[in-house]
Nanobody, 122 residues
Framework: QVRLVESGGGSVQAGGSLRLSCAAV???????MGWFRQAPGKEREAVAT???????YYAESVKGRFTVSRDNAKKTTYLQMNNLKSEDTAMYYC?????????????????WGQGTQVTVSS
């Protein structure tokens, strides 16, 4: 079993930055880790994922603004979000799976964090 502990959400003005962190609490190893987000009335969507070899995927809407990274020794992933826009406002969820290869769909992930709110005001 994997428990994911997130931190770093908050409120920021458009153009600002936030950094999210997610630590996996587990006796086992962790494969792909990543971030999804869900805005009110919308489906949960993939934002960024990263494999153990640092292969990363980004949603088109965040490319060039967000950077996903991980520290395998700490079983932790980070999401650096720069030049935030109002449309980035959502609940952000950390996710993980045992498989090394990442999936871009929420059904591909077994473990989820509680979520951390990101609010961007224009």
């Amino acid at each position: 079993q994997v428990r994911l502990v997130e931190s770093g959400g908050g409120s920021v003005q458009a153009g600002g930055s936030l950094r999210l962190s997610c630590a996996a609490v587990t006796y086992n190893g962790v494969g792909c880790m990543g971030w999804f987000r869900q805005a009110p009335g919308k489906e949960r969507e993939a934002v960024a994922t990263i494999s153990v070899d640092d292969s990363a995927y980004y949603a088109e809407s965040v490319k060039g603004r967000f950077t996903v990274s991980r520290d395998n020794a700490k079983k932790t992933t980070y999401l650096q979000m720069n030049n935030l826009k109002s449309e980035d406002t959502a609940m952000y969820y950390c996710t993980a799976r045992y498989e090394i290869v990442c999936s871009s769909t929420k059904s591909g992930y077994k473990f989820w964090g509680q979520g951390t709110q990101v609010t961007v005001s224009s």
